[in-house]
């Protein structure tokens, strides 16, 4: 099974509201991400969580807050978002080994739409 | 940093011909990943390269890490109308760290 579940699939928000993206992975994997991408373009790097610590943060505004409450479970918090944040967000898995590499997978996506 | 020049940009193509497209990179990358992604969903992994020169097929799509590590190859055959979508390269140098995308390739298929 390789599968990353993302919810919700869609979601409508105020500047003014607060709201969470969730992610969840059964694969064992140690490693999740977190993705923003806009139509036609790559997926840019958010957030990445190594043994549910922060590893990587890609100087992303403090309006995005992430969480990783368990080794399956990522969240995203979002709160006084731009419009210019619509975008599609991408949640990631891998497994996590030092010194190899191994493939992502990647969640269907939350499509956000920020009013 | 790293950059990934993925060509071409986007493809016509009629139902049954091969397609070709490539990625380059200014530095050295230890795995090299194909994903396909479809309209409102995410990247879906097709073929994951981790030693150059290696050369690897998923049903009718061969695969190819470059000698260099520097560059990687994807060729579908006998293309289909579901072969449509964007394709991305992407490189890695280790697991936990980030992935360098190229731009995407869009292909269409006219039946």
């Known amino acids: 099974d390789t599968e990353v579940t993302q919810t919700p699939k869609h979601l409508v928000m105020g500047m003014t509201n607060k709201k969470s993206l969730k992610c969840e992975q059964h694969m064992g994997h140690r490693a999740m991400y977190w993705y923003k991408q806009k139509a036609k373009k790559p997926p840019e790097l958010m957030f990445v969580y190594s043994y549910e610590k922060l590893s990587i943060n890609e100087s992303v505004p403090s309006r995005f807050s992430p969480e990783c409450p368990n080794s399956s479970l990522l969240n995203l918090h979002l709160h006084a978002l731009q419009p210019e944040d619509s975008a599609l967000y991408l949640c990631a898995s891998s497994p996590l080994v030092a010194g190899a590499s191994y493939e992502q997978y990647f969640g269907p996506g939350t499509r956000l739409t920020v009013t | 940093g790293q950059q990934l020049n993925q060509s071409p940009q986007s493809m016509f193509i009629q139902e049954g011909e091969d397609v070709s497209m490539n990625c380059t990179s200014s530095?050295?990358?230890?795995?090299w990943l194909w994903y396909k992604q479809d309209p409102g969903e995410g990247p879906v992994l097709l073929i994951a390269?981790?030693?150059?020169?290696e050369l690897t097929s998923n049903g009718r799509l061969t695969a190819q890490f470059g000698i260099t590590r520097k560059d990687s190859f994807l060729n579908i055959s006998a293309s289909i109308p579901s072969d449509v979508g964007i394709y991305f390269c992407?490189?890695?140098?280790?697991?936990?760290?980030?992935?360098?995308f190229g731009e995407g390739t869009q292909l269409t298929v006219n039946p």
């Open positions: 992407a490189g890695q140098l280790s697991s936990g760290s980030r992935l360098t």
């Open positions: 390269l981790y030693k150059a020169g």
């Open positions: 530095s050295i990358f230890n795995t």
